[in-house]
């Protein structure tokens, strides 16, 4: 199965761990045989291939060997100086969680609840060390993180009487799930990187994430008796999932466009602007669940990949056309959602409307989704179709 961090940032950093655990052996060596030199100078390359900066890297790092050293809340100095009230909740959500934990004796011990939260907390911690992340973006990426821990209390709560199937089973989705916990948080890990002049403030107050809210309607249906359910699968086959993760991947191959054309010499493809910064931070933190919060995703989406490139013109201006159709399909559904069809000539309206209902059916198979699944799963789609097409450009011909 594919792992939940399956995408450039997750791949950058598993290099890097593989370059530190490989050079303290090889420190013993008098003399290291040329095979392995070229092997460390491979992976190095690999590694500064993505585009994640050392410094952060190096840093991230440091933060997770202080917290396996010390796994509590309060290790995370950075955050717990902000005397924020998210992180007092943060703290005392964690401990409701440990004493539901321990009625579960008689299930198999699984890494949840406070190990693999702090493993979520890691990059806002980070970010606040560098003085890439101020006191509001750090408590929204908090507010989200907060999500997780009332979608694993509410699953916890309600086994506490069943049967040991079914409290294996909560447990392992509740570990499974635990894995959205990050990706849901990546825009604005990315965009803290890359925009670190715009990370000041949000344009709007910040509402956590619905991930796990959605994610709890659509594991509603799972018959938990079954003591052969695949939990991950079933976790990660859910359309919220499935766009956390998919919203990550595409914030991450716009970061690492920006940093190639940086590296090059170039403007950035995707112009820095404080829509695209907030656009990063929704995109993976956002499930549709109507037309009204589909065109709200729409909106974003075209800010960050159809504005952000200057209407196109950076794009077209390196790729041709034919490469672009998730972002022209794209541009028809924010016509949709924000223009007036009507207006124009009888011709012109006809073709809005054709242009319209064929961007719809290429992601439903329909002329316009019904549904709250159907909204869901349209998302699903239109991610799917421009993260493969910001991969087209980013692998370019060497995939």
């Known amino acids: 199965m594919k792992h939940p961090f399956d995408h450039l940032f997750w791949q950058q950093r598993e ?20 095979f392995l030199e070229d092997h460390l100078s491979q992976l190095a390359t690999l590694r500064d291939h993505f585009a994640l900066p050392a410094s952060y890297l190096d840093a991230f790092t440091t933060t997770q060997e202080m917290l396996a050293a010390n796994p509590n809340l309060d290790a995370l100095k950075n955050l717990t100086r902000l005397n924020l009230p998210t992180v007092e909740m943060l703290a005392e959500n964690q401990s409701r969680l440990q ?24 990059a806002p911690e980070t970010l606040l060390d560098l003085g ?17 821990q009332a979608f694993a209390e509410g699953r916890l709560s309600s086994a506490i009487t069943a049967a040991d199937v079914i409290k ?20 604005f890990e990315l965009g803290a990187l890359a925009y670190p002049a715009l990370a000041s403030t949000l344009l709007e107050p910040w509402t956590p994430t619905n991930v796990y809210g959605e994610l709890d309607s659509e594991l509603e249906s799972l018959d938990l008796t079954d003591a052969e ?7 990660q086959e859910t359309n919220a999932a499935t766009i956390a993760t998919l919203g990550a991947g595409l914030v991450q191959v716009v970061y690492n466009l920006n940093v190639e054309a940086e590296r090059e010499g170039k403007e950035a493809t995707f112009k ?3 829509k695209g910064f907030l656009a990063c931070a929704l995109i993976p933190s956002r499930v549709a669940v109507d037309e009204e919060s589909f065109n709200g995703i729409v909106d974003n989406l075209y800010f960050l990949l159809y504005e952000g490139s200057g209407a ?6 390196s790729y041709p056309p034919e490469r672009l159709d998730g972002l022209w399909r794209l541009k028809h559904l924010r016509l949709a959602a924000r223009h007036d069809v009507d207006h124009g000539s009888p011709a012109e309206i006809r073709t809005k409307n054709q242009q319209i209902e064929e961007a719809y059916a290429a992601l439903t198979g329909a002329v316009h989704p019904r549904t709250r699944s159907d909204w869901a799963k349209a998302q699903v789609a239109l991610y799917q179709q421009l993260l493969n097409m910001l991969e087209d450009l ?6």
Do not use: C
């Open 132 to 148: 890439h992340l101020n006191v509001s973006l750090a408590d929204a990426m908090l507010q989200n993180t907060r999500a997780f």
């Open 394 to 399: 980013w692998y370019g011909d060497d995939e």
């Open 99 to 122: 004493d539901l934990l321990e009625k579960f004796s008689a299930s198999p011990a699984i890494d949840l609840s406070t190990n693999r939260l702090l493993e979520s907390l890691v």
């Open 229 to 235: 359910l695949e939990v991950e699968d079933a976790v």
């Open 168 to 187: 294996r089973n909560q447990l392992g989705l509740i570990d499974s799930a635990a894995d959205l916990a990050s990706l849901v948080n990546t825009g």
């Open 272 to 274: 820095p602007t404080n």
């Open 312 to 317: 196109a013109a950076r794009l077209t201006a």
């Open 15 to 34: 290099l890097q761990k593989m370059l530190d655990q490989l050079r303290p052996q090889l420190d013993t060596l008098q003399v290291i045989p040329p």
